[in-house]
């Protein structure tokens, strides 16, 4: 069978139909073509009329024009609309034009950078033209960053070796700063939050160092669709940008379909996993050899599922490496591995976390099964382009978890389909991260007086960094005076960079088989946790704190593990308040987060077979919060265990309500409750930013808090189960007393609504 005639088939099948909620046929668009530019050079033209391009998309063209117009500015057209022709040429057009023009291309990760340079390196040669150009990153041998250095056209990099591996050490890049014309930052969508406010700065820090050196580079973003592109780029990049976003590439048709797995208990409101149910709709599609991307939303997601559409019966299947997983953590050459097996064809599925959601070239897929609301309209969208290229007809098949956000979209599918997509907030003045760019930045030149580093307060920042001993200052000018190297401190990624090592010591010849960051370490790789990787299990035997390393052993079990994480907070300072008897604030907390113990959770069945405790150090961190605090005498209305039921079932709706109003993915807020709480002294429930010193997300709630409550309330009250499921207020089992606990939380709702109205 063919994709159409699998399309088919899921029409005729009742099995699957009833648990369609919407079916929407996106009909195919024809493609808007120009003629070239006449300020393109003759032999980048015959290049790519060579590859077969004889003219230009529209937005190509209009960007290629604004781009030599001496404009900044920013590309917003969907997945594989060429948006990479749009950098690519005026580059190129402007070395031919004056040899000694440089070029810096940031790309979000390694993976998409060497995939964006062998296409560079393709049109280059085609052309016969001789431009140099290198990625640098932290895998380029030593030897040849000096020829880099000194012959680079082109430098291809990520924000991270900008930041730590250039910046830092401009001196040796003289030619590069004194003639760098423009800088490419692709995917600009994808530095939201922490890592966007974080580029912010070491874009900051580069403009100091270009006009040291006497240049002033143009920028040139892509992005995919999402609701303020210029504005994001502004933000980033501290220019004013022009928006192109006249697509003109074609594509083919393409069907979404909105999936919502089975109820298998009525009572308790729960469906059967979407996991379940991607393996089983997957395994259709592998089976007719319709090449498919599955998208999950946590890397122990993609190796559960891996392990079962490997263990699916192999006579429909073939060579089970045929279908191969792909997450962070995956060893460089594991993963170009199979971005080769995509293009050529030969891996007919492919299991992935978000990491294949960016540019990365791996062919046309047919078909594209989303396990899980990913969080943003953006993403979605993203991932769905993945499968259909040009001409073809595709399909994504989005199938819904059981959060009540989740529930919520497979229930209004015209979020999805008509609803703007999320703006992309950052912060670059957030104090943490902008205090740690500034010593970076004191380290690379020395601050005048009159300086301004993005804030009206620079100079105060530097007089507490001369208090810190960081840098002393002589006549007008502040100089790094401290033998730190600042860079090496600082995370774009706000995790820290000491990655832990996966060590197989299952053979008497020890091997790496990858890496995890030191924030998921304690939840992934405590001692007998099980560790999957690429479908194979693993038992941890040793996770050693010191020498971040962690020891892991073959096995073969019917079982995964997942720990359970406990969390602490404590106010720092309060920003704003308000309100009566319920009270509304917003200011800086500490949380401290320790994994407390596990879970083993069976295969297929998913029921819980054991437990076991975890051992490890506390981690903390510094952020900011909103909290709402509710009457003190709550107490003596309702028992201590019908309150604490009522905050279980309030912290799991506003945890799944906040991120659409916030336009933000769950994982970048986390919500905790107090019964009594220490600092209020009455029962509190937290919204804090994940990542540290916040982005702005803590502050945007305490704004919306009131469409936030009634979103609650309407979802809530929509649903269609009696006491409480996990659809709206979380399982059934997670309460422990006696009372209703849909009817308890939607009390505690309308009593903090109430309260607003006074």
């Known amino acids: 069978m063919n994709l159409e005639q699998m399309l088919e088939y899921f029409r005729t099948s009742e099995d699957i139909m009833q648990n369609i909620t919407k079916w929407v046929e996106i009909p195919a668009r024809e493609a808007c073509y120009e003629d070239f530019p006449q300020c393109i050079d003759e032999r980048i033209k015959t290049a790519l009329i060579r590859k077969g391009r004889p003219r230009l998309y529209s937005h190509q063209a209009e960007a290629i024009r604004q781009a030599e117009a001496g404009k900044d500015i920013v590309v917003v057209t969907p997945t594989a609309s060429g948006k990479t022709m749009c950098y690519n040429i005026p580059v190129l057009n402007a070395i031919l034009k004056n040899d000694e023009t440089r070029a810096i291309f940031l790309f979000p990760t390694k993976a998409l950078s060497q995939d964006q340079t062998s296409e560079l390196h393709e049109l280059i040669e085609e052309a016969g033209i001789n431009v140099k150009t290198f990625t640098y990153d932290g895998d380029t041998p030593q030897s040849a960053r000096k020829a880099i250095r000194q012959a680079g056209h082109i430098v291809v990099t990520n924000p991270d070796m900008l930041h730590s591996g250039i910046l830092p050490h401009h001196t040796k890049w003289t030619r590069l700063f004194e003639n760098l014309k423009y800088v490419v930052i692709d995917e600009v969508h994808h530095y939201r939050g922490v890592f966007g406010s974080h580029l912010a700065n070491v874009l900051r820090r580069l403009a100091r160092i270009c006009e040291f050196y006497g240049s002033k580079p143009q920028f040139i973003c892509c992005s995919a669709t999402i609701a303020n592109p210029d504005e994001l780029a502004s933000r980033i990049t501290g220019r004013k940008m022009v928006l192109i976003n006249n697509n003109g590439a074609p594509s083919g048709k393409k069907h979404i379909i909105f999936y919502n797995p089975p109820v298998v208990n009525k009572e308790l409101g729960i469906r059967k996993s979407s996991l379940l149910e991607a393996k089983r709709l997957a395994g259709l599609l592998i089976k007719n050899s319709i090449q498919t991307i599955v998208f999950t939303k946590s890397r122990l997601n993609v190796e559960v599922l891996l392990t079962y559409l490997k263990n699916i019966s192999p006579d429909g299947l073939g060579d089970e490496e045929k279908i191969r997983g792909y997450r962070g953590g995956y060893l460089p050459n594991q993963r170009r591995e199979i971005e080769r097996g995509l293009r050529n064809g030969d891996i007919t599925c492919v299991v992935s976390t978000n990491a294949l959601e960016l540019g990365v070239d791996i062919g046309s897929l047919d078909a594209c099964i989303i396990c899980g609301y990913p969080g943003t309209i953006a993403s979605t969208w993203q991932q769905s382009g993945r499968a259909g290229r040009r001409n073809s007809v595709s399909a994504a098949i989005i199938i819904a978890g059981s959060s009540p956000l989740d529930q919520y979209i497979i229930s209004n599918p015209d979020y999805i389909l008509e609803r703007s997509p999320e703006h992309g907030l950052i912060n670059p003045d957030n104090l943490v991260i902008l205090y740690s760019h500034m010593k970076c930045a004191a380290f690379e030149l020395p601050f005048e007086d009159d300086e301004k580093f993005g804030v009206e307060t620079t100079g105060e920042i530097l007089a507490h960094m001369e208090e810190m001993r960081f840098v002393r200052r002589v006549g007008n000018r502040w100089h790094w005076s401290s033998d730190v190297f600042p860079a090496e401190q600082v995370s774009l990624r706000s995790a820290s960079n000491e990655n832990f090592i996966i060590i197989d010591i299952t053979t008497p010849k020890h091997n790496v088989i990858g890496e995890v960051d030191r924030f998921s370490a304690p939840m992934l790789l405590h001692e007998q946790a099980i560790y999957i990787h690429e479908g194979q299990q693993y038992q941890v035997e040793k996770l050693d704190f010191d020498d971040k390393k962690a020891y892991v052993r073959k096995v073969d079990v019917d079982y995964y593990t997942d720990a359970s994480l406990s969390v602490d907070m404590k106010v720092i300072d309060v920003f704003k308040e308000c309100g009566t008897k319920v009270t509304i604030s917003s200011g800086e907390v500490m949380v401290t987060a320790i994994v407390t113990m596990f879970k083993k959770i069976k295969l297929y069945t998913h029921e819980n077979i054991g437990y076991g405790p975890v051992h490890l150090p506390e981690i903390e961190m510094h952020t900011t919060s909103y909290w709402v605090s509710l009457p003190e005498e709550l107490e003596k209305m309702m028992s201590h265990t ?78 269609g189960c009696d006491e409480g499921c996990p659809s709206c207020v979380g399982p059934l089992n997670e309460f422990s007393g006696k009372d209703n606990p849909k009817s308890v939380t939607l009390k505690l709702i309308n009593m903090v609504l109430e309260d607003m109205k006074r």
């Open 642 to 719: 019908v309150v604490q039921d009522g905050l279980i079932g309030l912290s799991n709706i506003i945890a799944n309500t906040a991120p659409i109003y916030l336009m933000c993915a769950p994982k970048d807020i986390n919500v905790v409750y107090q019964v009594k709480a220490p600092f209020t002294q009455k029962p509190t429930l937290y919204v804090y930013d994940s990542c540290p010193g916040g982005v702005g997300f803590s502050d945007k709630l305490y704004e919306l808090h009131e469409e936030l409550f009634i979103a609650a309330r309407n979802m809530i009250e929509s649903c």
